[in-house]
């Protein structure tokens, strides 16, 4: 019997899981989109890793601190946990675009790190995100992508997508539509 190979759910933060407000810098400023802590718990209990690779060049912009955006993630994980949910990780980049880090979505530098520190196989692995930079990032390291219509980015994105700039497994209307889809096919891959 072949070794079963535990999935993978990578997911963005901003205009996936909470409003997109620009840039967040504390607590309070994080909102949690409707129904993404129940999606989540779903996902976990349906047995997929899921980790948060975000942007963050705040920190570089000196608008926050890392120790800020430590206090907006234990927020979002006490969430998860007052709902018997949790995350496996949470990667972030804190530089600037003009830094011309490794790290810095549609680089593959946060996944590469997440997948190696966390044991990850790539190869069943799910991206859900707002943009074309998440959709872009999902391809060049083959996890489906899942695009989420929540933010003012996703149409461009949808754009890209028919343009066959990206490739797009599933249009969701928004996170907890994207978490039942990744549930539903998980769920047909070990039925085959
Ligand atoms: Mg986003
Ligand atoms: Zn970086």
Redesign the pocket.
């Known amino acids: 019997m072949k070794p079963e190979i535990t999935p993978t759910v990578f997911l963005d933060r901003d205009g996936t899981l909470n409003r997109d407000t620009g840039y967040i810098t504390s607590p309070a400023e994080l909102n949690l989109f409707p129904g993404v802590v129940e999606a989540i718990v779903r996902l976990k209990q349906g047995g997929s890793r899921v980790v948060i690779i975000t942007?963050q060049?705040g920190i570089?912009r000196g608008l926050m601190t890392e120790d800020d955006l430590h206090m907006i993630h234990r927020k979002l994980e006490r969430e998860l946990v007052k709902e018997g949910g949790c995350l496996d990780g949470i990667f972030f980049?804190?530089?600037h675009p003009d830094?011309a880090?490794?790290?810095?979505k549609p680089?593959p530098?946060?996944i590469l790190r997440a997948a190696k520190e966390l044991d990850l196989n790539l190869s069943r692995s799910y991206y859900v995100g707002d943009k074309v930079i998440d959709m872009q990032l999902a391809n060049a390291v083959g996890s489906k992508a899942v695009l989420v219509m929540t933010s003012e980015y996703s149409q461009e994105a949808v754009q890209a997508m028919e343009n066959n700039e990206i490739r797009v497994a599933f249009v969701a209307e928004n996170f907890s539509e994207a978490a039942n889809w990744i549930l539903q096919d998980t769920a047909a891959v070990e039925l085959n």
């Open positions: 942007n060049s570089a980049c804190s530089h830094d880090c490794q790290c810095r680089k530098g946060l």
